[in-house]
């Protein structure tokens, strides 16, 4: 399990603060003016906070930057006794949000942080003031999202892969050992920018899964595709008026392996048919390893246009 005081050879040099309201020991950085709006950084899989080092510095001058670890995920606990679906996520970080009585929240989604995030702005639209997807899905009562997920599938290195594992009885045991294979998956996923690559940065996305029990996150996370097991919030019509007119920004790495624009982006404009698409050619899902700055420009912009 990573130590809550690491710092990954100061590339993370945050100070780590924790929560038990979602019933298990929640790690999150809380950085900037404590009155400032917030911004709520939603990681995904097999990433945590760390993913966004190189956002939180510019925004946390002007904003309050606030990003959790999702259970079982970076500092935060892994809990033996709970199960790891989506609907576990969203409810535990709807316990995070009320417990700080956050508010005016800008949400930053990646990967699975999408679905997390979007199923928060549906039990609680009043408190969402932007919506922020950077290779992060978006659904919210689409129709056609199961289609789309179903044909990503086809085309996605990682489902195609879990989706066999499963079947073959081998997903548990591979990605219970994420410790030590750590760049596959992430490779497996989808990054371009072999440069980030050393001993402290596979460290600080490694180090959190030495060991099978420390894996179930990760494991839980793909699992749940494989079972079926994620459950998608609904919102009601008002939800869907409300959080439809928020002011909403999505970035895309274009070279996305598991997470295909042509899929993943529609559900987005859907929503949100007026709102600026920018896609990054050569950026792959993991898009803030690979153009972090650019990422990091292009938000900043955004908030202060909005």
Not at 73 to 79: A, I, L, M, R, V
């Given at each position: 399990m990573t130590l809550s005081t690491d710092t990954f050879d100061g590339t993370f040099p945050f100070a780590p603060r924790f929560s038990n309201v979602a019933g298990f020991r929640m790690h999150y950085i809380d950085e900037g003016p404590e009155d400032g709006e917030v911004v709520l950084c939603l990681h995904g899989e097999p990433t945590w906070a760390y993913l966004f080092r190189e956002l939180i510095p510019p925004l946390s001058g002007s904003y309050r930057v606030i990003a959790p670890d999702h259970m079982g995920?970076?500092?935060?606990?892994?809990?033996a006794h709970r199960t790891y679906w989506l609907q576990d996520h969203i409810d535990n970080i709807e316990k995070f949000v009320l417990a700080l009585d956050l508010s005016d929240i800008t949400l930053i989604m990646h990967d699975?942080?999408?679905?997390?995030g979007m199923g928060l702005a549906a039990r609680h639209p009043e408190r969402i003031r932007r919506i922020v997807s950077v290779n992060g899905p978006t659904p919210f009562g689409q129709t056609t999202l199961f289609d789309r997920l179903d044909a990503n599938a086809i085309v996605s290195p990682w489902f195609r892969w879990i989706a066999r594992a499963e079947s073959e009885g081998r997903l548990e045991s591979v990605l219970g050992e994420l410790g030590f294979n750590i760049l596959s998956i992430l490779k497996l996923n989808g990054f371009e920018n072999h440069m980030r690559i050393n001993n402290t940065w596979l460290s600080a996305y490694g180090s959190r899964f030495a060991v099978p029990a420390d894996s179930a996150g990760a494991i839980g996370w793909a699992k749940g595709f494989a079972l079926g097991a994620h459950r998608f919030e609904a919102p009601d019509a008002a939800a869907v008026d409300a959080v439809r007119s928020k002011p909403a920004l999505a970035i895309w790495g274009d070279a996305d392996r598991t997470l295909a624009s042509e899929h993943f982006l529609p559900l987005f404009s859907e929503l949100f048919p007026q709102a600026p698409v920018?896609?990054?050619?050569?950026?792959?899902h993991y898009s803030f390893e690979d153009a972090p700055q650019r990422i990091a420009e292009l938000i900043a912009t955004f908030l202060k246009a909005h």
């Open positions: 995920f970076g500092k935060s606990e892994t809990p699975f942080g999408g679905p997390v920018h896609r990054l050619a050569g950026v792959g």
